[in-house]
């Protein structure tokens, strides 16, 4: 120990000292008590306790500021966990992926992504294992300790096959805490199901009295209806090697969500969900909602896949994949809503991505998704491609 | 900078502030810790903390300021670091100095240990020190983001709350976002 510390030391005991007895000792008993200093381990009130809540919420919103992209973004989560108080303001902090584009706990890859630029991920095939990986980042990085996000197993079953989604790679069980949901394939492996497993993760029990904040993200998983949706495939009409058509009708994803723009002003209240709020719904100063009946807004949105273009002298479909696809193949797609022309709908929303998939090598793929997808409903879609489907290729 | 250690009687250093504050040149403030230590220095400097930037606006701070809450040492600190930062660089126009002010408070804060930049992060708070407070809270964020929660709890000396349930919940969660 220098001298420096030494002196330092001493004066934090004088200056303890002082501060705990303003009330009992005069200041001219200046004479230095007659005891070791104490170690500061042996402090059972740490000072940190006592940081005043807004002092540790600033610290705690620094950490999510700058810790944006996995693998870092752990910190967020460890930051929740440390004790009641920690996690209370660290929920307060954190924002649905919808208003933040960033994943964070579990709960937001059941979250619709942002509505502006997507989350950017890719797929691992693994051929051996039937296994399929989704990593959050471009492609795979050089250290290779790119963000599990999501994994899943094909089972092949007597009449279909099943598409185990989970929070693990190495447990597809579907009695575990992991099990996300499944994709199910008919027999002629044209039509997929999309299922949501039934349990709720329990992060928010117990917290009866911790009010949501609708921004916040919730960590529970709702309760959802078993069916997310279903996604079909079709033998191109003119029956030559052509791209084939997909479509996915999504049950728990209203075509309201994809009508009226809404005129984002701070402070509107959403609803707490993880399927998106009809926008009609979210905004008091949108632009004049069309007259449709309100049936037709409710009804699942519809996604369907942007016809190529073919052109003449490369002899090929292409989609313009703005570079996050490089390979050609044909389970590359782009996912774009489906809206009646008699809606009126923005012509923006008929051409706007949703959902894009396609192969950058061999067993990678790259999946774009945003709003109102979430990164589950994203990648189940995607798995669909995977599967063989002799009855829809040419 | 002067530093003076003023008696504990009560009565004669209301005397000798009084004193000090018809001697002290023009410009400069003196300001007290709460154990007594006393620092003279530029009213610039004294102008980075509002809440005597405040007093001045409002003529009500006599020349010589007490601090209650803040002991000498970190004062001293808060102050050093004040007056490097009386003039902050502008980024776009003079990269070189800003460099080098970055440089300096990386090696200002790292011969502090923890329990020291705690109690400047309370003076700058209570002094109204935005930038200190600001560089100090980001101090802290940079080292506890690498840390598990078990790290950040011994760190901090903080009890765990959670019931066995959410601690089980909680769990699960971490189970995913730390492994995959």
Redesign the interface.
């Known amino acids: 120990m220098s001298l420096k510390s030494i002196l330092r030391d001493l004066k934090e005991v004088r200056d303890g000292l002082g501060g705990i007895s303003k009330r009992s000792w005069s200041k001219s008993s200046h004479i230095a008590p007659d005891q070791t200093t104490p170690p500061l381990e042996n402090i059972p009130q740490s000072p940190w306790a006592s940081l005043p809540p807004e002092l540790l919420h600033d610290i705690i919103r620094r950490v999510e500021e700058s810790e944006t992209a996995w693998p870092a973004r752990a910190a967020v989560v460890s930051c929740a966990s440390v004790c009641k108080s920690w996690r209370g303001i660290t929920m307060e902090i954190v924002r649905i992926p919808e208003q933040c584009g960033k994943l964070t706990f579990p709960i937001s890859l059941k979250q619709p992504g942002p509505r502006d630029s997507p989350i950017q991920c890719f797929i691992k095939r693994n051929r051996a294992t039937a296994t399929y990986i989704l990593y959050y980042g471009l492609m795979p990085s050089e250290t290779e300790n790119d963000k599990l996000l999501l994994a899943a197993r094909r089972i092949r079953r007597a009449t279909c096959t099943d598409f185990i989604i989970s929070l693990s790679a190495k447990n597809f069980s579907r009695s575990s805490s992991t099990y996300v949901g499944k994709l199910r394939s008919g027999f002629l492996g044209t039509k997929f199901t999309i299922y949501d497993n039934q349990t709720s993760s329990s992060t928010a029990q117990g917290q009866p009295n911790r009010r949501l904040h609708p921004k916040q993200a919730a960590p529970k998983l709702p309760a959802n209806s078993s069916t997310v949706g279903n996604v079909t495939y079709e033998l191109n009409v003119l029956r030559t090697r052509g791209p084939r058509r997909m479509h996915c009708t999504m049950d728990s994803i209203p075509l309201s969500s994809v009508i009226a723009e809404p005129l984002v002003v701070p402070g509107i209240e959403e609803e707490v969900s993880s399927s998106p709020s009809p926008k009609g719904e979210t905004s008091t100063t949108d632009r004049e909602v069309p007259d449709i009946t309100p049936g037709l807004r409710d009804q699942p949105l519809v996604l369907k896949n942007k016809s190529p273009r073919w052109h003449e002298q490369l002899q090929c479909w292409c989609l313009n994949f703005k570079g996050r696809v490089t390979v050609a193949s044909v389970k590359n797609f782009q996912l774009v809503a489906d809206i009646d022309a008699s809606l009126d709908a923005p012509p923006e929303e008929h051409e706007r991505v949703i959902l894009q998939f396609g192969k950058i090598g061999k067993d990678i793929f790259t999946m774009d998704y945003r709003y109102p997808l979430s990164a589950f409903q994203a990648f189940a879609i995607c798995i669909s491609s995977f599967d063989t489907k002799p009855a829809c290729e040419g | 900078m002067s530093s003076s250690k003023k008696s504990?009687?009560?009565k004669s250093s209301e005397i000798e502030e009084a004193v000090a504050s018809l001697t002290m040149p023009f410009n400069k403030i003196l300001l007290t810790s709460?154990?007594g230590e006393s620092f003279e220095i530029d009213e610039a400097v004294a102008r980075k903390f509002q809440i005597i930037a405040h007093m001045i606006e409002d003529d009500c701070a006599g020349k010589a300021i007490p601090i209650d809450n803040v002991?000498?040492?970190i004062l001293s600190k808060i102050i050093e670091y004040a007056k490097k930062h009386v003039v902050e660089p502008d980024e776009d126009e003079d990269e070189e100095a800003k460099k080098k002010l970055d440089s300096w408070d990386a090696k200002f804060v790292e011969k502090l240990d923890l329990?020291t930049i705690?109690?400047i992060?309370?003076a700058a708070?209570y002094l109204n020190f935005e930038g200190l407070?600001g560089f100090a809270?980001?101090t802290?964020?940079?080292y506890?983001?690498?840390?598990?929660?078990e790290e950040?709890?011994e760190?901090?000396?903080?009890?765990?709350?959670?019931?066995p349930?959410?601690e089980?919940?909680?769990r699960?969660?971490?189970?995913?976002?730390?492994?995959?």
């Open positions: 504990s009687d009560g709460s154990d002991t000498g040492d329990e705690f109690k992060i309370l708070n407070l809270s980001q802290v964020a940079d506890i983001k690498d840390k598990t929660p950040v709890r760190i901090f000396n903080i009890e765990n709350d959670f019931t349930e959410e089980e919940a909680i699960k969660e971490n189970a995913w976002t730390f492994n995959g």
